[in-house]
Nanobody, 123 residues
Framework: QVQLVESGGGLVQAGGSLRLSCVAS????????IGWFRQAPGKEREFVAT????????YYADSVKDRFTISRDNAKNTAYLQMNSLKPEDTAVYYC????????????????WGQGTQVTVSS
């Protein structure tokens, strides 16, 4: 069992930045990959980024590449999503999740999910 709690969301103007955090408890944090997903109103949940267990290898959706950075601190049981140059289309609820797969962008390969944190980008 893994419990995930996201935080750091909020309202920001276009071009601004936010850093999301995902704190995990339960199973050993370094035993699974972490992914970030987002879901905008009326849309399906979509992949944003993922990082491997050691925090060395990352993979991004094309829509956020070069703007978002995923990282993790295994000593703090925490993963992060640094979001820069935010756009109104980045508005969504952001979720972190755990996976035993490397570089997966598929929802069904993620086992445990947090409750999400709202990010709103105004134009």
């Amino acid at each position: 069992q893994v419990q995930l709690v996201e935080s750091g969301g909020g309202l920001v103007q276009a071009g601004g930045s936010l850093r999301l955090s995902c704190v995990a408890s339960g199973r050993t944090f370094s035993s699974y990959a972490i992914g970030w997903f987002r879901q905008a109103p009326g849309k399906e949940r979509e992949f944003v980024a993922t990082i491997n267990r050691e925090g060395i290898s990352t993979y991004y959706a094309d829509s956020v590449k070069d703007r978002f950075t995923i990282s993790r601190d295994n000593a703090k049981n925490t993963a992060y999503l640094q979001m820069n140059s935010l756009k109104p289309e980045d508005t969504a609820v952001y979720y972190c999740a755990t996976s035993n797969s490397l570089h997966s962008r598929w929802l069904n390969e993620y086992d445990y999910w947090g409750q999400g944190t709202q990010v709103t980008v105004s134009s």
